[in-house]
């Protein structure tokens, strides 16, 4: 392979002048979508619905549902955008502004990387990393190359920024703890055999930084969120939206304490991840110590505080927080939503609904060019998703995890600073030097 299309150094240095200039609101906005079987689709349909911008490409590893998505533009009377099924190629058109990334979380971190280096704004879901290394080299590279990169974490445009700002105006007044809901109906993925890859399925490029293995059908679409070598479990699948409102709500960063514990309960199958998680953060919280306790559970569960009722039953995803004066909920499945419950009574206090648009807000920043109108900044997403990684590597090495955020490691710990960062498959290799 050429090197250029690894570290892609010759457009690097041409970083600020690689995507064009928008010139003014009603100038077209032309997009990739990249990693388009899942939530991808979404991605797709979002830009689709917005004025002066263009889905110029499209970029999936396996040929049937790019040329599916394709498709479905074309019918639907969208212009054909370029098809690829390696973002190197795609990256060197320099009329693409910005590339929007779905694909499986280990290739989060370096294919922003890429972008970056290549003039590219970046919309990255979440997690933005696979590991706590990663999540500190792609904040370094989008600060680099100057480019908005905005996380995937949607609550941040959503109601949910009107529910913490009246927290932070005293609604629920001192807010000491927050508990972050993530009760999902998750079923066995059962034993899949080894076989060969699908017709029309680049496998070498889907597995890209992560070890070889031989194709199975769970470590493939959707599924491969159970497995450590490319997701990160239920906590950094639906759980980081969660957490992220948490961290947010409390007004806290980086954990000192880190502490989880649960298991792989019910089913005899081929996941290696925890379905059932119970992790707890503590943070100094500028002299007023707060706790942040996060719950994944797979299978029945009772909805809490308002979260799930009248919803897409029998999930219960969201946030609680607690105050000296009430107490707050807020969540996102199906509605943006918040309701407060005031004193002794718990009376109904004020809330609100809106589901908002993250992908309509990462664009609106395009044209303005302004770091600081990203409502989910790559800097604030990077924080919340290393309180994903500590509490799988709490579970992992079965203990407490005290983290220096100074040092940006745990303290005494040598096997937990070890999971801080994987072994790359040459040459897909996230750079110590962005």
Not at 88 to 93: A, F, I, Q, S, W
Not at 124 to 148: G, T, W
Request: proline letters at 4%.
């Amino acid at each position: 392979m050429n090197r250029r299309h690894f570290m892609m150094g010759s457009l690097a240095a041409g970083a600020a002048v690689g995507s064009r200039a928008l010139a003014s609101p009603n100038d077209t906005v032309r997009v990739a979508c990249v990693g388009v079987h899942g939530q991808g689709r979404t991605h797709i349909a979002k830009y689709s619905a917005m004025q002066n911008v263009e889905i110029a490409a499209i970029c999936d590893v396996d040929e049937s549902v790019l040329n599916a998505r394709v498709g479905e533009l074309e019918k639907a009377g969208k212009k054909r955008p370029a098809a690829y099924t390696d973002l190197r190629k795609l990256l060197e058109d320099k009329t693409i502004d910005a590339i929007s990334i779905a694909t499986p979380n280990h290739h989060h971190t370096l294919q922003t990387i890429w972008a970056c280096q290549a003039g590219k704004d970046v919309y990255v879901e979440k997690p933005c990393s696979h590991d706590m290394f990663e999540a500190r080299q792609i904040v370094a590279a989008a600060q680099k190359y100057n480019r908005l990169v905005q996380h995937g974490t949607n609550s941040r445009s959503s109601i949910v920024r009107e529910a913490v700002q009246r927290m932070r105006d005293g609604l629920i007044g001192d807010v000491y703890m927050a508990r972050g809901l993530c009760f999902k109906w998750r079923d066995t993925i059962g034993r899949k055999p080894v076989e060969a890859p699908p017709a029309g399925v680049h496998y070498d490029l889907w597995l890209g930084p992560a070890p070889d293995h031989a194709f199975t059908q769970n470590r493939f679409h959707y599924n491969w969120h159970w497995f450590w070598d490319y997701g990160n479990g239920d906590l950094g699948n639906q759980g980081i939206h969660q957490v992220d409102v948490a961290r947010w709500g409390l007004g806290v960063g980086y954990p000192e304490k880190v502490s989880a514990t649960g298991g792989h309960f019910m089913f005899d199958d081929d996941q290696e991840t925890p379905n059932t998680l119970t992790a707890t953060f503590e943070f100094d919280g500028n002299g007023k110590r707060k706790v942040l306790v996060f719950e994944v559970r797979h299978w029945m569960s009772n909805h809490e505080a308002g979260i799930g009722e009248g919803g897409r039953a029998p999930n219960t995803v969201g946030a609680v927080f607690y105050g000296s004066k009430g107490y707050l909920s807020a969540w996102d499945e199906d509605h943006g939503r918040y309701q407060s419950y005031l004193g002794r009574e718990q009376e109904p206090g004020p809330t609100g609904q809106d589901i908002g648009n993250n992908w309509a807000n990462f664009i609106a920043a395009l044209r303005t060019r302004k770091h600081e109108d990203l409502n989910a900044p790559i800097e604030e997403g990077a924080i919340s998703t290393t309180l994903v990684h500590l509490a799988n590597i709490s579970y992992r090495v079965g203990r407490t995890l005290h983290f220096d955020a100074a040092r940006y490691a745990v303290t005494g710990d040598a096997e937990a600073n070890r999971l801080f960062r994987r072994e790359y498959r040459k040459p897909f290799v996230v750079p110590d030097k962005v």
